[in-house]
């Protein structure tokens, strides 16, 4: 039966279907390298899920086409857009983000375009932002000027379908 409900959903259009992960431990560690995004810059993944709690990080202002969004606020608005849709791609929301990491290399000239596009993202109650962790590195990869990393709840619901 299950099978014959997963043969259809090709069916269906690609946005019915939740996305598969690329590969599951023993111990059931999912990880998402999804093909229509950026190409992980190296030997990591883009997202991975065990238990109740998603995993994203290394999420920087990459377009799908594997170039860097303009410095500034279209490249810290993409950094936070692609962890957003790699949430979306498993249909876990953003106020179910139970905690935001970011890395900047100039505090100051950084932080309140991230704050801009967490209101962007999140709106303006005050209550329902994420926790967060902010801090000022020497350096990223490719010289970029933010990294974000977020973890969610993302509860096995009845009907995932999830190794
Ligand atoms: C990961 O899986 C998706 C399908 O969910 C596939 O399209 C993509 O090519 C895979 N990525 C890699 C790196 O194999
Ligand atoms: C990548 O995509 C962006 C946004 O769509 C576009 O402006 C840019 O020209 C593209 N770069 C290449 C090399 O295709």
Known sequence: MRFAI?????????SMAVLQPNYTSSAGVSIYNPADFFT?????????HAGD?????????????NTLAPVGLP????????????AEMVEVELYDCLRLVVYTTNMEEYR??????????WGDDVNSYPP????EVVR???????EVEGTFYMPRKRGRREG
């Open 6 to 14: 997963l043969s259809l959903l090709p069916l269906l259009g690609p």
């Open 40 to 48: 992980p810059t190296g030997p990591w993944s883009l997202m991975s």
């Open 53 to 65: 709690t998603l995993y994203i990080a290394g999420m920087r202002g990459i377009l799908p086409n």
């Open 75 to 86: 490249r810290v608005r993409q950094a936070y857009q692609n962890m957003a849709e790699l």
């Open 112 to 121: 309140d375009l991230c704050n801009q596009v967490q209101i962007e993202l």
């Open 132 to 135: 967060r962790t902010i801090v």
């Open 140 to 146: 990223l990869n490719e010289d970029d000027i933010v």
